[in-house]
């Protein structure tokens, strides 16, 4: 069939929400730029998140926990039940208690900002691959 050579994945749709403008720079000039990952959107809380996400539909949300306004537990609460296919992975450098929290909301993995390059473009590739079973 003509067309059928070579079928490449779609890239995975991604938003990174973080409060910190360094951090949401760092984790979006890290993933922004690789060939599988298309970076909509930019979130500076969970109601800017909670929004985006709405007319955006990632595949996946890389999701702060503590931020002004709705925190990324509440946040991911609010996504997921309005788009339950979505993945959210979280990164903080929150403690042991917010990550059980962010899980019990529907997180899907949990890596600390100290993670490695590597541990962070693999939880979000992860994630995507579990969306998409």
Wanted: proline share 5%; with cysteine; glycine share 8%.
């Amino acid at each position: 069939m003509p067309g059928s050579e070579h079928t490449q994945a779609a890239p995975v749709r991604l938003v990174i929400v973080d409060d910190h403008p360094g951090a949401r720079a760092g984790l979006a000039l890290l993933l922004g730029d690789l060939e599988d990952m298309d970076l909509v959107g930019l979130a500076v809380d969970g109601e800017d998140a909670t929004r985006l996400c709405r007319r955006m539909r990632p595949d996946v949300v890389l999701m702060d926990l503590s931020m002004p306004r709705l925190d990324g537990v509440e946040a991911t609460r609010r996504i997921l039940s309005e788009r339950p296919q979505t993945r959210v992975v979280v990164v903080t450098s929150g403690s042991a208690g917010r990550l059980a929290q962010a899980r019990a909301a529907g997180a899907v993995a949990c890596v600390l900002k100290h993670e490695s390059e590597e541990v962070i473009i693999e939880a979000v590739r992860a994630a995507a691959a579990r969306g998409m079973h």
